[in-house]
């Protein structure tokens, strides 16, 4: 019976040990939810800048492919003068 008696405060112990320890768990949870925070809004600023970026780049991309297709014209060399209008000119 005596060793009933001595065991039963160490069953205690565990009990006791989690309680005080429990602020600090506690405290440990609620900075990583504010670090989890901070980094949701760290990444939905940068995809909301990615996207703003891809999508000038897009409209630029466009422009371009217009710009090359309404000055094909200009690609073209002109004729090189004759013989003749070389000497006269």
């Known amino acids: ?31 990583q939810e504010t670090a989890l925070q ?20 897009l409209e630029a991309a466009k422009h371009i492919g217009d710009a090359a297709r309404a000055g094909a014209h200009l690609s073209i060399k002109p004729e090189a003068p004759q013989a003749d209008e070389r000497r006269t000119g």
């Open 38 to 57: 901070g980094l949701k809004e760290f990444a939905d600023c940068w995809f909301a800048k990615r996207q703003k970026s891809t999508q000038a780049a």
């Open 1 to 31: 019976m005596s060793d009933n008696v001595t065991l039963f405060p160490s069953i205690l112990q565990p009990a006791t040990a989690l309680k005080a320890y429990a602020p600090i768990g506690v405290k440990f949870w609620e900075s």
